[in-house]
């Protein structure tokens, strides 16, 4: 490899090169830069070169796939006059107005949906800067398995509890429920003037340690091996069971229930029950996050790799950006009188059935779960379909 001496002395000497000389240097100088843009452009993360007037001087093809410029769109333009989705805009407005550096700042795209790291670095040349090197490296996957660590590990550590802790409590549980039906005998036994404020009293304790069994029965589902009985089953009518089931209710919260579900869509492999269970968890909690003109909508199809996909909306409160990482996490809860199991052991049966889970919300907008389910028979992608975009299915 040639370096900027070597360029420097022949451009010093070049009046006493002849022409075969000079082509071959251009030859061998040629091929170095080839090499050089192969290099660049095979690089995984994006990068971005400026001059010191914030013109782009180089840009490699991860960055171009990353923001979705068409080759060579941006050479020579004003980085600053460039539509960069808003996230990254926001950056390098603030790095560039103070000619600070900026060191893998994380940022999600709401576009694309995926986590970068952005870096903004001065180009420096003798100590001066002659411009900025932008840096873009995905890290979405690297979230996610960040996140799902996090969740087995919190599982790991429930089920090492689990047992004792709920023996434990249980025991005291059925112990004050039998002493409770003793109570009441001999309540019974008095008049009814002086009988009536302990039979309250009565109600309300038993009310309460109801709520604690309750708790006790999510912890032990949560954290227990599943025995499921795998069958073909069609999501569809799943759905619509649930729905009639939920009709009640859903109409005296003024909530509309929309369905959109693919025509002949394929067998999932799963326990009906457990199935039955995740989505009608998904549906109350969507129920609760609503105030008032509330729509849940629901919709199934098939995606890329051929299993059945099934997303549920509600334009609810939506959860905030702090806390969307944690709703899986055991005993996390934003309701007053939540266990903060219910997800987990939504989470946990999903991947029982190997599919998966995620949820993206945006706060005061809504929120939508997104569901992947396993089929019998993989089956080829039509051309009719096409993909939804979750962020504006929230939006809507």
Known sequence: MRNSGFIQK?????????????????????????????????????????NSEGKVLLINRAMEEFI????????????????????????????????????????HLNRTDKTFSISVLPLLSSGEPEGHIIILVDITEKKTKEIQLRQAESLAALTTLSAGVAHEIKNPLTSIDI????????????????????????????????????????????????SMSFEREDINAIIEELAEFLKYELMEKEINLVLELEKDIPLVIVDQKYLKQVLLNIMKNSIE???????????T???????????????????????????????????????????????KIIKEFGGDIKVK???????????TLPVLEKKKKLLTYEERDESQAVNR
């Open 68 to 107: 979705s410029v068409p080759k060579g769109r941006l050479y020579s333009q004003d980085i600053t006059d460039w539509h960069f989705d808003p996230e990254i805009r926001e950056v390098l407005d603030s790095v560039l107005s103070s000619k600070e550096k900026v060191l893998e700042r994380e940022i």
């Open 179 to 226: 002493h409770i039906q003793l109570l009441k005998k001999e309540i019974a036994k008095l008049d009814e003037e002086q009988s009536r404020d302990m039979k309250n009293l009565l109600v309300i304790v038993k009310e309460e340690i109801d709520r604690l069994n309750s708790i006790v029965q999510d912890f032990l589902f949560a954290v227990r091996p599943m």
């Open 289 to 299: 996050a609503i105030q008032e003109n509330g729509e849940i909508r629901i919709n």
């Open 361 to 371: 919300s945006e706060e005061g907008r809504g929120t939508v779960f997104t569901i």
């Open 10 to 50: 022949v451009y010093e000497k070049i009046d006493k090169l002849d022409h075969t000389k000079i082509r071959g240097i251009i030859a061998e100088l040629s091929t170095e830069k080839e090499l050089y843009k192969l290099v660049f452009d095979s690089m995984i993360e994006g990068v971005i070169v400026t």
């Open 301 to 347: 199809q098939v995606n890329s790799d051929a299993d059945v996909v099934v997303q549920v909306f509600d334009n609810g409160g939506g959860i905030s950006e702090s806390n969307i990482g944690k709703i899986f996490e055991p005993y996390f809860t934003t309701r007053k009188f939540g266990t903060g199991l219910g997800l987990v052991i939504v989470y």
